[in-house]
């Protein structure tokens, strides 16, 4: 069977990508099934692709979890131009399917937003397409956060728009926004479609959400399918 294949994107950088991929690598290891993650390009270090190879306790290597990274803390794009480099489109591909081909279940981080330029004319936005992923947005859940959202969603491939996921990371402390921003969007996108976790900020919180009952639910529900 080919592995089904999530695009962990959001609508800023630093909003916790990262941290939602290990969370969901944990979870699906820890219901026994195989899952590999990866973070194909990056730029101003190497941390979030450490955390993933953390969180898959070393079944893929860091350079198969993070083939190309650069020194900048800029889009990738312009980070490996600065280097003399260039990253096409089809060698992400490549990647792609041989890590597709030793797991059930494919987990791929994209870099910043979902129109952040990753290489030669491509964004987190075409590799979706041609992955054929289902996307997951992760949001601040404050406010601005419903514009935000809808922003991706209508940005996004429109068969991909019709099967993206909307993670809202809520704030240590709720507000008005935080409070309401969840009821619209699931009344606007579908309750199955809209889901809420709370701030992780470190591998300590990743492990104790893992055993969350309440998490674990929520996560089952970001990588359920349908067949549209």
């Known amino acids: 069977m080919t592995a089904k294949i999530f695009f962990i994107t959001s609508t800023d950088t630093g909003v916790g990508k990262t941290v939602l991929t290990a969370l969901l690598t944990q979870h699906l290891q820890a219901r026994g099934v195989a899952v590999a993650a990866m973070k194909p390009l990056s730029s101003g270090g190497r941390a979030d692709a450490k955390t993933l190879h953390a969180a898959l306790g070393g079944t893929l290597s860091l350079d198969e979890i993070n083939p190309w990274h ?27 399917r041989r890590a597709r081909k030793r797991c059930d279940v494919l987990l791929i981080e994209g870099a910043g937003g979902l129109l952040s330029p990753l290489g030669e004319d491509f964004s987190n936005r075409e590799l979706i397409a041609a992955m054929r992923a289902v996307p997951i947005v992760v949001c601040p859940n404050r406010l601005g956060a ?30 008005v926004a935080s409070r309401t921003n969840f009821k619209f969007l699931a009344g606007r996108l579908g309750a199955k479609r809209v889901f809420s976790l709370p701030w992780l900020t470190n591998r300590r919180d990743i492990e104790v959400a893992t055993a969350n009952v309440r998490v674990g639910r929520v996560l089952d529900g970001l990588v359920e399918t349908d067949s549209r």
């Not at 312009?78 to 990647?95: D, F, N, T």
């Not at 922003?151 to 993206?164: D, K, M, Y």
């Open 70 to 96: 650069f020194r900048a803390p800029l889009a990738p794009l312009i980070a490996a131009r600065r280097e003399g480099k260039r990253v096409r489109l089809s060698e992400v591909l490549a990647c792609q």
């Open 146 to 175: 419903i514009n935000q959202v809808l922003l991706v969603i209508a940005a996004l491939p429109s068969a991909a728009a019709r099967r993206a996921k909307v993670v809202l990371v809520s704030p240590p402390r709720a507000n």
